[in-house]
């Protein structure tokens, strides 16, 4: 691979959407699209009435009629849904999800890699989740088949990714070991994926896949070794993010304190040797905190391959976030009144996660107090061992008393918000409850947010992801496009 000076950070729920990453990849660098909670999204797209007519131009160039029939079927509306009907949403996943599932989940992954490939010859990536697990194969297989060059994954340790991908290359059924609370030693939970069960026929139609690239998201060199030691296949890079990057991140090291602000305090234990990763003779990419073309430089000279930034794209032209929620918080960081806080609670995972604080979204605490606890879309769920040795679902932004009666702590209720509902309605799909309540979105951003002004040229209010690679990049701009 022709190695990008920068990595577009994947951002979910479709904030790097397919049109950012197209962007982004045309102009030579690596363009990401977010793998996460992709399936609602397609479905959302259809039932707005794919006004443009993208989604069902990428649908038409799947393989497989049947399939993408039924999505039609099940989701499009012509002209759109009215304001007060609610979105039709996807299953959430289980261990055994049913076929129309996997489908949904691939398929949305494929239409999402083939729009940001579309036209050009530049690389594209997908961004998904270890936390995530159950839909990561059919996202994978997805992503596989339009083509897609690069997976990053991050938020926990993706040993299994690396051999799935070798094996979906050439449409051989796989799993995934997933992670159960409460299980034993000797306890093997497995989801399955098989190509030909869930597209009967479509290894003669497509042939051998293309196996793209793998490059896990890091916080330490001991993760990075333990990665290289005990993934099932290549691995072929790294991205080492740090506690300053938006979304989830890596609990500190060791003990955890807050500071006076109630935010995980980070220390020299987190801080990455890279003369140690360098020795490991992989090529690595730095993360949070490198929105500024003197710290690009700087990643560069300490033997980096280049850097990954989200938040400026974050707030940039192309980026799927809801226009009037960008343009509030550039007017903030114009005003200097931005603010990014670090909450230990927010995420029903557990991890870190960064809220951009904003009147009326879910950083709000009336905003938050005025909202009933559901769970309906699942992505964050946990899967736990019951006394009878069965699998079950739980997430600690569920109704209180559901979370309890499943073995959960009550404690781990408290201050938790539904990510998936408020990320899906950050990017504009927000889910109308029967009673009329509308899903508030949710911001997450890195600490750069108080710097994006940067990129505002003389006398304008809002930047293209043009402008945030010309500004960080300067003279590589001529380097050529990277390919895969």
């Not at 951009?356 to 606890?373: F, I, K, V």
Request: hydrophobic share 40%.
């Amino acid at each position: 691979m022709n190695l990008p000076k920068l990595i577009q950070g994947g951002m979910g729920v479709a904030i790097s959407d397919w049109r950012l990453a197209k962007t982004v990849s045309k102009l030579g660098q690596l363009g990401v699209v977010s793998g996460t909670g992709i399936s609602r999204v397609l479905a959302s797209r259809l039932m707005d009435g794919d006004i443009s007519g993208n989604v069902r131009r990428a649908l038409a160039n799947f393989s497989l009629p049947e399939p993408v029939q039924q999505i039609i079927d099940r989701y499009y509306t012509p002209g759109g849904k009215s304001a007060t009907t609610p979105y039709k949403t996807p299953a959430a996943y289980t261990i055994k999800p049913p076929k129309f599932l996997d489908q949904v989940t691939a398929i949305a992954n494929y239409v999402e890699v083939f729009l940001a490939k579309e036209g050009h010859s530049g690389i594209v990536g997908i961004n998904l989740l270890e936390k995530v697990q159950m839909p990561n194969l059919a996202s994978l297989y997805g992503a596989m088949l339009a083509g897609v060059d690069v997976v990053l994954m991050g938020a926990g340790i993706p040993t299994q990714i690396a051999g799935i991908l070798d094996k979906l290359s050439n449409h051989e059924p796989v799993s995934y070991r997933l992670d159960v609370h409460g299980a034993d030693k000797d306890d093997d939970h497995r989801i399955h994926f098989d190509p030909e069960s869930v597209f009967p026929g479509i290894a003669k139609l497509v042939g051998k896949l293309k196996r793209p690239k793998f490059l896990p998201i890091i916080s330490s060199v001991v993760l990075a070794q333990a990665l290289i030691k005990r993934s099932e296949g290549a691995v072929d890079g790294f991205v080492i993010e740090g506690p300053t990057a938006g979304g989830h991140n890596a609990p500190p090291r060791g003990t955890v304190n807050l500071n006076e602000k109630g935010e995980p305090v980070y220390g020299e234990k987190d801080v990455v040797d890279l003369d140690k990763m360098k020795l490991l003779g992989l090529p690595f990419w730095l993360a949070g905190g490198y929105g500024n073309p003197k710290q690009v430089q700087s990643a560069l000279e300490a033997g980096a391959a280049g850097v990954q930034v989200g938040t400026a794209f974050s707030l940039c032209n192309e980026s799927g976030m809801r226009a009037d929620l960008k343009q509030r918080l550039i007017d903030k960081v114009r005003a200097e009144e931005a603010q990014v806080f670090t909450s230990p609670l927010v995420s029903p995972t557990g991890f870190p996660f960064k809220v951009a604080q904003l009147e009326g979204t879910l950083s709000d605490p009336d905003a938050y107090g005025a909202r009933n606890r559901i769970c309906d879309l699942g992505f964050l769920r946990i899967l736990y061992k019951r006394e009878d040795g069965s699998v079950g679902y739980r997430c600690a932004s569920e109704p209180v008393d559901a979370f309890v009666k499943k073995g959960g702590v009550i404690e781990d209720t408290v201050n938790r918000s539904c990510l998936c509902n408020n990320l899906t309605a950050t990017a504009g799909f927000p889910q109308v409850r029967k009673d009329g309540y509308v899903e508030e979105p949710i911001i997450t951003s890195g600490d750069d947010l108080v710097a994006v002004g940067q990129f505002l040229k003389e006398g304008k209010t809002s930047y293209s992801a043009e402008d945030v690679i010309r500004y960080l990049l300067g003279p590589f701009m001529n380097a050529g496009p990277a390919t895969a």
